[in-house]
């Protein structure tokens, strides 16, 4: 997994579990797997085996095991455009570690469901619960758990119009990731960073920051980190004049995956399109924009596209 291999992870693990002959360790190599499946862009599957982990470890009698891996599994689906049932997953898997013990499972499970209450745009809920796991993993140096608060605490702080601290939290965990060789968090890092650049007006800056970033996740065949960093340079080129560019990357997404990102990239496109006079691109996208991911931020982007799409090719097209 540290080689971002994530597909031949999986079938060691799963090799390791049929031979093991603990349903405890069999459980946790499961997990193992379905973090393995995710990895590899494989977010369904990584679904499918989640649940079987979480299924073995519960037999097992590791409780708090399994409500972790309920966790991930609610970050999938959050990833997948399915905040809602998310949301309700992480809720669960929280209520079920929260019996005042402030050991990693409550760290990990406050991290998570701050993920997800920030995707919804519940911001003030959000901060509680990433400063209750900042608490934790900061005490007990879970380095993994506090970059992923950190990193969701910046985001927070710059939707509440925060951009100094936001922007001091979120270079300080891109570098802790960096030193900790934890390469999904510094892209997520990166990605959080990028967006606050981004909304001072510093594109070529936003873009330098993704590009070196980008390179390191290609060059280890990370497509986890790649994803998000590809939905967040492209807005970027767009807005730098790099039409062709951003085209290409939002195409590339959304071949290689359907998931929050590439919906991410598509709903940036329609000033590009609109401005090239391509209006069966525009009708297209019109169509490829309709589902609910239940990310607040998405649905803002989204009703904006929708408003640049039927100002264009109106009054025969109607934005819902």
Same mark, same amino acid.
């Given at each position: 997994?540290?080689?971002? /291999?994530?597909?031949? *992870?999986?079938?060691?693990?799963?090799?390791?579990?049929?031979?093991?002959?603990?349903? #405890?360790?069999?459980?946790?190599?499961?997990?193992?797997?379905?973090?393995? +499946?995710?990895?590899?862009?494989?977010?369904?599957?990584?679904?499918?085996?989640?649940?079987?982990? #979480?299924?073995?470890?519960?037999?097992?009698?590791?409780?708090?095991?399994?409500?972790?891996?309920?966790?991930?599994?609610?970050?999938?689906?959050?990833?997948?455009?399915?905040?809602?049932?998310?949301?309700?997953? #992480?809720?669960?898997?929280?209520?079920? #570690?929260?019996? @005042?013990?402030?050991?990693?499972?409550?760290?990990?499970?406050?991290?998570?469901?701050?993920?997800?209450?920030?995707?919804?745009?519940?911001?003030?809920?959000?901060?509680?619960? +990433?400063?209750?796991? /900042?608490?934790?993993?900061?005490?007990?140096?879970? @380095? !993994?758990?506090?970059?992923?608060?950190?990193?969701?605490?910046?985001? +927070?702080?710059?939707?509440?119009?925060? !951009?100094?601290?936001?922007?001091?939290?979120?270079?300080?965990?891109?570098?802790?990731?960096?030193?900790?060789?934890?390469?999904?968090?510094?892209?997520?890092? /990166?990605?959080?960073?990028?967006?606050?650049?981004?909304?001072?007006?510093?594109? *070529?800056?936003?873009?330098?920051? /993704?590009?070196?970033?980008?390179?390191?996740?290609?060059?280890? @065949?990370?497509?986890? *980190?790649?994803? !998000?960093?590809?939905?967040?340079?492209?807005?970027?080129?767009?807005?730098?004049?790099?039409?062709?560019?951003?085209?290409?990357?939002?195409?590339?997404?959304?071949?290689?995956?359907?998931?929050?990102?590439?919906?991410?990239?598509?709903?940036?496109?329609?000033?590009?399109?609109?401005?090239?006079?391509?209006?069966?691109?525009?009708?297209?996208?019109?169509?490829?924009?309709?589902?609910?991911?239940?990310?607040? @931020?998405?649905?803002?982007?989204?009703?904006?596209?929708?408003?640049?799409?039927?100002?264009?090719?109106?009054?025969?097209?109607?934005? !819902?």
């Amino acid at each position: 997994m540290s080689l971002a /291999l994530g597909r031949e *992870a999986r079938r060691h693990f799963e090799q390791a579990a049929e031979l093991a002959s603990e349903p #405890v360790l069999r459980g946790k190599l499961i997990d193992e797997a379905a973090t393995a +499946t995710r990895l590899a862009g494989d977010l369904t599957d990584s679904l499918e085996v989640s649940a079987k982990a #979480v299924e073995l470890l519960r037999a097992a009698g590791l409780d708090r095991d399994a409500a972790q891996a309920e966790s991930r599994a609610a970050l999938t689906l959050q990833e997948l455009g399915r905040v809602g049932e998310a949301a309700e997953r #992480v809720a669960r898997a929280y209520e079920a #570690v929260d019996d @005042g013990t402030e050991d990693e499972a409550m760290a990990d499970l406050a991290q998570a469901r701050a993920s997800i209450e920030f995707a919804r745009g519940n911001l003030e809920e959000a901060l509680t619960l +990433t400063d209750r796991s /900042l608490r934790i993993a900061d005490g007990r140096r879970l @380095g !993994p758990t506090l970059v992923s608060a950190l990193i969701i605490k910046g985001s +927070t702080l710059a939707e509440l119009g925060r !951009p100094n601290e936001a922007t001091a939290l979120l270079r300080h965990a891109a570098e802790l990731a960096t030193d900790q060789g934890l390469s999904g968090e510094a892209g997520w890092a /990166l990605f959080s960073l990028a967006d606050t650049v981004m909304a001072g007006g510093r594109y *070529a800056e936003a873009h330098e920051l /993704l590009k070196e970033r980008l390179e390191v996740a290609r060059t280890r @065949g990370d497509l986890a *980190a790649e994803r !998000p960093l590809l939905a967040q340079d492209q807005a970027a080129l767009a807005a730098l004049g790099r039409w062709d560019d951003a085209l290409r990357e939002v195409a590339e997404l959304a071949e290689r995956g359907d998931d929050v990102w590439a919906a991410h990239a598509c709903i940036t496109m329609p000033p590009v399109l609109a401005a090239r006079g391509d209006l069966a691109g525009l009708q297209e996208l019109m169509n490829q924009i309709e589902t609910d991911t239940g990310w607040s @931020g998405f649905e803002e982007m989204k009703a904006m596209a929708r408003a640049t799409i039927q100002r264009v090719i109106a009054p025969g097209i109607r934005a !819902p």
